[in-house]
């Protein structure tokens, strides 16, 4: 995972698919202070909170907005339009997957 490790790269877009290799891919991103970019559901639904987790204590962003709801934008509209509202939890089944 050179490029996960490469001090001259800030941001990792992980396409992989799957969660095994794409999970260790990542942490190795974020362990090295870099931000990620994931379309990657498994990843996400499996992961997600060790993945964000991980994010939150190196200070890094993990964008996955095109891993939910066949991309439309609703992370963003929930993170920006209900940002004054306490969200305790979303769930729901919304798939993009023709």
């Known amino acids: 995972f050179a490029v996960a490790t490469n001090p ?10 799957g969660y095994t290799i794409a999970r260790e891919l990542v942490l190795k991103a974020i362990e090295n202070g ?10 996400i639904a499996v992961h997600g909170n060790e993945i964000f987790a991980k994010a939150q ?11 939910v ?4 934008p609703v ?3 929930i993170r920006e339009g209900l940002s004054a509202n306490r969200i305790n939890w979303v769930a729901g089944i919304i798939n993009g997957t023709g």
Do not use: Y
């Not at 709801?69 to 439309?72: E, H």
């Open 57 to 67: 204590e190196k200070g890094v962003i993990v964008a996955f907005e095109a891993a």
């Open 75 to 77: 992370i963003k509209a």
């Open 8 to 17: 001259e790269i800030d941001i990792v877009i992980e396409l992989i698919g």
């Open 34 to 43: 870099k931000h990620v970019v994931t379309a990657n559901k498994a990843l």
């Open 69 to 72: 709801a066949g991309g439309i």
